[in-house]
């Protein structure tokens, strides 16, 4: 009886009739082999085995993950000396089980940090030196675990603000601006081996990439061990263009480093706001406007939706030789951070893979893009 149920359960994961040949399904990782990594960021109920269904979609699907939270330093580092790797190591183990490239995220951001990292015993700021001694041991003990399981780390996560300057964050107001500088020797020291990413949001407009290139200029020219550059691809269906995304990653690869789409979503619902960025302190009210289509996406945002995946997978070809990976943020609609950002309990649809874990008509449409492309060779 096993023999015949297990089957059964994977075909369902994989949004497939019962009676479908799994075999026959197409892959992501299969369209894009000799391209580019195709990943997803992966919550713990994936890698720890309480979601099957995605879990399976993941092995079938997908050659690179990345993790939502776990590596986070308030998840892994919650309290002075103490770290939690429990999860982490489930995550690594995931990964290597099933001949992934494994992703570290994040060990440097002013987000989801606790407070405590940046106080002394009594509250009151640290000093310089105390901070960065903070920041290489936390680096150390985290990278130094994982070395030569996680492939490629980001370092430094969202140091710019929308103008193109430097945020404003205790790392910068306590270390100065060689914080990021000091990041990467660090991970460089940890793990000399792995791959060390920068990574920010809408680098597609033009003050903000303007601010990533004197950044990474910089960082390249003092001899820092930078490997690539994130772009979290949080986008928007009329946001940014596909001409201003080419010009954007044709920038930044010709710094002499690699460029991967980390976070790949796009948001079918109204704009909460006029800010289009994925700063994750920003919360919105909900209102019925703001969630359209709480049964379900009606065929024809699904056909433009589809359109406009197709349209970014072109561009992502395009750069073929200067893009090592592209990861979703998330596996299907039903795990998505949209659903609760910048506007809790809204219904988001901004995946390949709907809430039953069926392939939308998007994900046919990135297939498609990668068989057009082969057959045009």
């Known amino acids: 009886m096993r023999s015949i149920i297990v089957p059964l359960i994977i075909l369902v994961a994989l949004g497939l009739p019962a009676d479908a040949d799994p075999q026959q399904q197409p892959s992501l990782k299969d369209a894009y082999k000799g391209r580019f ?53 489930q995550y690594v183990a995931f990964g290597e089980k099933n001949h992934m490239f494994i992703v ?5 951001w002013h987000q989801q940090t606790p407070k405590w990292v940046f106080e002394d015993a009594k509250g ?58 000091k990041a990467f020797e660090f991970a460089h020291e940890a793990d000399p081996k792995a791959e060390l990413y920068y990574n920010d949001y809408s680098l597609p407009n033009k003050a903000k990439l303007h601010g990533a290139i004197e950044l990474i200029r910089k960082l390249k020219a003092e001899g820092v061990p930078i490997t690539g550059v994130g772009f979290q691809g949080h986008y928007k269906m009329d946001w940014p263009s596909a001409d201003d995304l080419d010009a954007a990653i044709t920038a930044i690869a010709k710094l002499g480093v690699k460029v991967m789409i980390t976070e790949l979503d796009i948001d079918v619902l109204p704009p909460a706001m006029q800010y289009r960025g994925a700063d994750v302190s920003l919360n919105v009210k909900l209102q019925p406007q703001l969630n359209p289509y709480p049964n379900g996406l009606p065929d024809s945002v699904q ?59 998007a994900f046919d449409a990135v297939i498609k893009v990668a068989r057009g492309a082969s057959a045009a060779k």
């Open 37 to 89: 990594l195709v990943g997803a960021a992966l919550n713990a109920s994936v890698f720890t085995g309480s979601d099957a269904r995605d879990a399976e979609i993941v092995k079938a699907q997908f050659n690179a993950i990345t993790p939502e939270n776990v590596l986070k330093w308030e998840k892994v580092h919650p309290e002075p000396g103490r770290y939690d790797f429990d999860l982490p190591d």
């Open 303 to 361: 056909q433009k939706l589809a359109k406009r995946y197709a349209d970014l997978f072109r561009v992502f070809l395009k750069h073929r030789e200067d893009i090592s990976r592209v990861t979703f943020w998330g596996v299907t609609d039903a795990s998505s951070w949209l659903n609760n950002w910048p506007v809790k309990g809204r219904t988001s649809y901004p995946l390949l893979f709907d809430r039953d874990g069926r392939a939308k008509p």
């Open 104 to 108: 570290g995220h994040t060990l440097v």
């Open 124 to 181: 009151n700021p640290l000093g310089r030196d105390a901070l960065l001694k903070r920041m290489h041991d936390h680096i150390a003990t985290v990278v130094g675990r994982y070395k030569g399981r996680i492939k490629g780390w980001d370092v430094v996560n969202e140091a710019l603000d929308d103008d193109g300057t430097l945020r404003q964050t205790p790392w910068l107001k306590i270390i100065g601006e060689d914080y990021i500088a």
